[in-house]
């Protein structure tokens, strides 16, 4: 069993006569922080600095939070009593108290609910910019350096929560920045400059903008991989200036409750150009209190926003009776989706659910995607059909982007239909080396769909190597349905040469019982390329097409599947114990 985490010191301890303590809280980067109980001012935070940073460090930066904080009084930051040292077992020990916040971090709050709703995000970015503003508003300005999730504190003690900048530590007046050297504060949340050494009142606002973000969106605007760099900052700021080079994408993408205001506020709070950015805190909390249209220099390529070449149109067709035999596959569909899809009452009697999407597997050319088209003009639904093409993207996160945008109109113009071939490319398995930024299009994906059929949306995928899907795609909520596609039988390949000779020149005696039977191993595409061979070679000859034309093409053309493909299907099949 792990041993509870204990500090310097314990429960029930009086510092400097003073404070009693309660417990500890845990240890931050600068020391450990425990709950106290001033002897007069009740419940505070005291911090016991690490005696390795008491070593290393000048006195007056220790100190420095305290001297900073005692010139602002303001509700939205966590006050700073005092800085002293105590006496134990013979060594001194520094330390510094704080109010106490019933509460948490943003931080703990994001790792719980990534994505927060936009009025709790909105409120809490307007409090604690007033705590910056307070900061920014100072003679001369005080400028924060290390604004981030894990240094605003939430106050539970309300009936909505309050936030509070807290950890001044790095903080310092704007006259005297020229006497730090190195970046500070938590990388991901600083502002081009700060790698340069270089630290405005714009350079907390950028910090301030990326939380923003990250609560409206669950995500950063940019994506980096600190894996194995250590503490190398000149690899970690490469990589950050690196990834920023590719411009952040709207939060709307991802936050359907942001508007287009909202979009341009956020985005020139973290514009890379200082010039276009909000120069203090008091400008950012204006223009997200304004409805003033926001000049923003911020580029986002419409190419690479979601597709519009695909909208949902509802298909009209014949449906299953322009599907060649097939005959099994047609009464699975039928019975185990389309009746539910149709006749929702009466299965909600029964309690059987609607299904929430349909894997469609099985070697090229059977047929897939026309099983589809037919499936949605059989059920009358809106249909969607989306290439890899379309969901593709050069931009960070553009491709979650797109995938999001995808579901949102399916939701907008449901009941829907999504088909989405080639599902491995998308959906690959993450086991093994599997590149980020396609763990987190995987992650994406997954959680759009999962039980999309509340939102009247039914998902087809379609794959020639469902092996090599990941798994989490075929869990009961996500796909309920796997169907085998595999070669068309005698009856189907019959009903292929008919569908397929239809409307062309050809004599009367073409017997398509023996064509079937000379086709067996035999795809539909397979079955399409040798009637456009035999009426091409009828063409050359100026003829109708006849029974030899056909038997000399199907002579000398190979079937497209080996028998070793099969047995892979047969294997995957045998396997999952799918249909």
Request: a negative charge.
């Amino acid at each position: 069993m792990t041993r509870k985490k204990t500090g310097i010191l314990s429960k029930g301890e009086i510092v400097d006569d003073t404070y009693e303590v309660q417990f500890f809280i845990g240890e931050g980067a600068f020391g450990e922080v425990y709950r106290v109980h001033h002897r007069y001012l009740g419940t505070q935070v005291l911090k016991v600095f690490k005696e390795t940073y008491v070593e290393t460090t000048d006195l007056k930066i220790i100190t420095r939070e305290a001297k900073i904080l005692s010139e602002i009084t303001h509700p939205n930051i966590v006050r700073v009593f005092e800085t002293n040292k105590f006496e134990k077992n013979s060594k001194s020990y520094y330390y510094m108290t704080m109010g106490f916040v019933s509460g948490e971090p943003l931080a703990r709050l994001l790792q719980r609910k990534p994505r927060l709703p936009l009025p709790i995000a909105l409120s809490i970015v307007k409090d604690f910019l007033s705590g910056l503003q307070a900061a920014h508003d100072q003679d001369p300005p005080i400028i924060h350096r290390d604004i981030s999730a894990d240094n605003i504190l939430l106050s539970y003690d309300k009936e909505k929560p309050v936030a509070l900048l807290s950890d001044f530590g790095l903080a310092q007046s704007i006259d005297q920045l020229s006497e730090i050297s190195g970046a500070g504060g938590k990388y991901p949340y600083l502002a081009q400059e700060c790698f340069w050494n270089v630290y405005l009142r714009a350079s907390d606002v950028f910090s301030a903008g990326i939380v923003l973000y990250c609560m409206v969106t669950g995500r950063h605007p940019w994506e980096y991989n600190f894996e194995n760099m250590s503490d190398d900052f000149d690899k970690i700021s490469t990589m950050i200036l690196s990834a920023r080079k590719k411009p952040a994408c709207k939060p709307s993408y991802y936050a359907d409750e942001c508007n287009e205001h909202l979009d341009d506020v956020i985005l020139k709070a973290i514009s890379l150009d200082i010039e276009n950015r909000f120069k203090t805190a008091s400008e950012f909390l204006s223009a997200l209190t304004s409805d003033t249209q926001i000049s923003s220099s911020i580029t986002t390529s419409t190419d690479e926003q979601p597709s519009e070449k695909h909208p949902p149109a509802r298909i009209v067709g014949k449906g299953f009776d322009e599907i060649a035999g097939m005959q099994e596959i047609k009464d699975t569909l039928y019975h185990d989706v389309i009746a539910p899809l149709n006749d929702r009452e009466l299965y909600e009697q029964y309690k059987v659910t609607m299904p929430n999407g349909m894997l469609l597997y099985g070697p090229p050319g059977c047929g897939k995607t026309f099983i589809s088209q037919k499936f949605s003009e059989e059920v009358g639904y809106n249909y969607v059909e989306v290439k890899l093409s379309d969901l593709a993207s050069t931009y960070i996160h553009g491709t979650q982007q797109k995938i999001g945008k995808l579901f949102r109109d399916a939701r907008k113009k449901a009941p829907t239909i999504i088909f989405i071939d080639e599902i491995d490319a998308l959906i690959p398995s993450r086991e093994g080396n599997i590149d980020q930024g396609y763990a987190s299009e995987v992650n994406e994906f997954l959680s759009q769909m999962t039980e999309c059929n509340k939102d009247g949306i039914f998902l087809v995928v379609a794959t020639n190597r469902p092996e090599k899907i990941d798994p989490a795609l075929l869990r009961t909520g996500r796909i309920d349905k796997v169907v085998y596609v595999g070669l068309p039988d005698s009856d189907a390949r019959k009903e292929m040469f008919h569908l397929f000779l239809k409307d062309r020149p050809t004599e009367s005696s073409i017997d398509t019982e023996e064509l079937s039977k000379l086709t067996e191993g035999y795809v539909s595409s397979d079955i399409t390329f040798m009637v456009n061979e035999a009426a091409r070679n009828a063409l050359m000859d100026r003829a109708n097409i006849t029974q030899n034309h056909l038997k000399e093409v199907i002579k000398a053309t190979k079937p497209s599947v080996s028998q070793k493909e099969l047995d892979r299907y047969k294997e995957f099949k045998d396997k999952r114990h799918f249909i």
